[in-house]
């Protein structure tokens, strides 16, 4: 129970990488607002961590939107009067070649991506100013670190965006007792990424099981990550022991991306 009477939010909280990451916040103790643009998705999140008799709140927000974050802030706050753990998980692509990418994917993608990202922590950071102190832990991916494999350069600007953008911000909030950090998944088995690999498998005119063989070789441990992977470094960075860690972004890759 690292995370006993925390609050924390997820944003995209209702399936993927964001429900294994409210889920194990939860059953570290903490009380968690599973936000989706999905209502019935967060719901059913929300719902998955009370049956494990845990707390959770379901909350339907727009993060490409600011006035729905701070109504997300506000009735996280109205219903438990702080916030000490933000994801910034919510976020969206389409696979295009970089000389297919559109100006309606560039706004969709950047929307949810840098600026959801950008106005949820700076939403929540006010909070945590005035509590001196919390933990701010955004899912960024190799993607933005320059993976080769990347299936959409707009994708990965935003995603470096959020990596550049974790670096600012941990030096600036450090001295409210701020961590802010990123997490880099690598290839990991959600809608998104399956969505992924029905694409590339038609592309490359394999079947679907040849091809996720095929992306598995490029992974030096030869295995794609269960969202329950990215999870467990969420909660280790939420947690006591990772006081001392900001302005980092841990890959999560078995081995794709060497730093
Ligand atoms: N799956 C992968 O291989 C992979 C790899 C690297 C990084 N990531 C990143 O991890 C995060 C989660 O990805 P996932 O694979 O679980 O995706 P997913 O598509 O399975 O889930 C994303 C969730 O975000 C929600 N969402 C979308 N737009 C939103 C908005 N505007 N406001 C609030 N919620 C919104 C969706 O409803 C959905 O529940 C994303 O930021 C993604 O870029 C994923």
């Known amino acids: 129970m690292l995370l006993k009477d925390k609050i924390a939010i997820v944003t995209g ?31 059913a999140a929300a719902q998955a961590i009370q049956a494990h008799q845990r707390k ?3 909350l339907t927000v727009d993060v490409g939107d600011v006035e729905s974050i701070q109504s997300m802030v506000d009735r996280t706050l109205a219903a438990h009067g702080r916030i ?20 309606a994917d560039w706004d969709r993608i950047h929307r949810v991506n840098a600026k959801g990202v950008f106005f949820c922590l700076q939403a929540v950071a006010r909070v945590m100013i005035k509590q001196r102190g919390g933990r701010i832990i955004n899912i960024a991916s190799i993607a933005g670190k320059g993976y080769a ?16 953008l974790t670096k600012t911000a941990a030096q600036q909030l450090g001295k409210y007792d701020i961590n802010v950090n990123s997490v880099c998944p690598g290839v990991t088995r959600t809608a998104l990424g399956e969505a992924n690999l029905r694409v590339r498998a038609q592309e490359e005119g394999l ?42 972004s841990y890959n999560v890759d078995g081995g794709i991306v060497p730093d």
Do not use: C, H, W
């Not at 969202?227 to 939420?238: E, K, N, R, S, W």
């Open 84 to 103: 000490d753990i933000l994801v910034n998980n919510a976020g969206v692509t389409r696979r295009a070649d970089i000389m297919d990418i559109t100006e």
């Open 13 to 43: 909280a209702g399936q993927g990488i964001g429900s294994a990451t409210a889920m194990a916040l939860a059953e570290a103790g903490a009380t968690v607002v599973t936000a989706d643009i999905d209502g019935k998705l967060a719901e």
């Open 56 to 58: 959770a709140l379901p």
């Open 207 to 248: 079947s679907i099981e040849a091809m996720d063989a095929k992306r598995l070789e490029a992974i030096p441990i030869r295995r794609a990550n269960d969202p329950a992977d990215i999870a467990a470094m969420v909660v280790f960075l939420a947690s006591p022991g990772a006081r001392n860690i900001t302005g980092q």
């Open 149 to 164: 494999g990347t299936s959409n350069a707009a994708y990965a600007a935003s995603k470096g965006a959020v990596i550049s």
